[in-house]
């Protein structure tokens, strides 16, 4: 229990596992630079690892139990849920900026450009949150009839300095994904791009958007970019 493994994905060879945790580990964030990593635990504590070397560099007592950390896009914050509480904190030292209040237990998280974080958890809502200033931004409530189990943020990394396509994808306990316009969230009652029903019970949501970079074949059209590529677990 409480144990990290570190592999080598080609091959896939395990390179190292040591212990971090004395109980088990609830969730792990990997830094944008792919150097360290956050990890927390069943033992209330916060952690974090030097991918590079291969053991544990921080260990600090939270005196409550997490279950989800999130790094920021730029890796400068990042995100710790514990219960209904997300607490946003400077990635250098750990100090808290401020807490978000999301009244009832939050289940995932995912963050987005420009500071803000989506969450979801028992109240059934997708929660946009402004973590620069502290605030809600927005919220699509009630986007699931059941739990909110995973969320995705679906942007572009072909680094053309196109704005992102504002696709935010859900995923609930009852075993449906829900791909959204963000940019509907103001109205009333915003409808989902696209759903499918998986006749599962969900736990968590991966998924991309992808640009495919093959060269078209003389006296082709070019590639048209994919759309989300969701998958449940």
Not at 159 to 180: C, K, Q, T
């Amino acid at each position: 229990m409480g144990f990290f493994s570190i592999f080598d994905a080609d091959p896939f060879v395990l390179l190292k596992n040591f212990k971090v945790h004395k109980k088990g580990i609830n969730d792990l964030a990997v830094h944008p630079s792919g150097k360290l990593a956050l990890t927390v635990g069943r033992d209330e504590c916060l952690a974090m690892v030097n991918l590079v070397r291969g053991r544990r560099s921080f260990y600090h007592k939270i005196g409550k139990e997490a279950s989800l950390i999130k790094y920021d896009v730029s890796g400068e914050k990042f995100f710790m849920v514990t219960e209904e509480k997300i607490g946003v904190h400077q990635a250098e030292d750990a100090k808290l900026l401020c807490e978000l209040d999301g009244k009832k237990r939050v289940l995932c998280a995912a963050p987005g450009e420009n500071g803000i974080l989506f969450s979801g958890g028992e109240d059934r809502n997708i929660t946009a949150w402004d973590t620069n200033s502290g605030k809600e931004a927005y919220c699509i409530e009630n986007a699931h009839s059941s739990r909110v189990k995973g969320i995705v943020v679906l942007t572009r990394n072909d680094g053309d300095g196109a704005e992102d396509p504002y696709l935010v994808a859900s995923a609930s306990s009852d075993g449906v994904i829900r791909v959204w316009d963000v940019r509907m969230a103001s109205k009333e009652k915003p409808v989902p791009l696209a759903e499918t029903k998986t006749n599962s019970r969900l736990t968590c949501l991966a998924g991309s958007s992808i640009k495919s970079f093959k060269r078209p074949e003389t006296g082709k059209s070019a590639p048209k970019e994919e759309n989300a590529a969701v998958e449940d677990s």
